[in-house]
């Protein structure tokens, strides 16, 4: 058996939200330094990139995970370009930090969508 045959999406959901109350409860604890300007939402990204290949795999889709993934490349692309021309000068630790934010909203509406299509 393949992870691909236990990991549903509705497991993967599951395993998102632990993933999400674990990060937060160590950003919580006193004992554990959490880095600042991290939220636990900032752990999903490679989960859900992940869980998209997953769901994509086991769907049979068209082959168009790769085109996902460009246009995700593509936004950071068009982030870099906008910080350039507005501000004059790219910050690597803000457009990163910016970059991951991003990610996140684009890599959950990439999971939901491939969920809605699996069903």
């Known amino acids: 058996m393949t992870i691909m045959a236990w ?3 509705t497991i993967q959901a599951i ?3 632990l993933i999400f109350i674990v990060g937060w409860g160590i950003k919580r604890s ?3 330094s959490w880095p600042a300007g991290l939220y636990p939402l900032d752990l999903l990204p490679p ?5 998209s290949l997953v769901i994509w795999v086991e769907a049979k889709f ?6 996902l993934v460009i246009i995700w490349m593509l936004i950071g692309v068009f982030l870099t370009l906008y910080a350039g021309f507005r501000k004059g ?3 690597m630790g803000a457009f990163l930090k910016s970059f991951w934010r991003i990610s996140d909203l684009y890599l959950w509406a990439m999971w939901v969508s491939l969920v809605i299509m699996y069903r």
């Open 47 to 51: 989960f859900l990139l992940l869980g």
């Open 7 to 9: 990991w549903t999406p």
């Open 89 to 91: 000068e790219i910050l």
């Open 62 to 67: 068209p082959p168009l995970f790769p085109i």
């Open 30 to 32: 006193d004992r554990i």
């Open 15 to 17: 395993s998102f939200i």
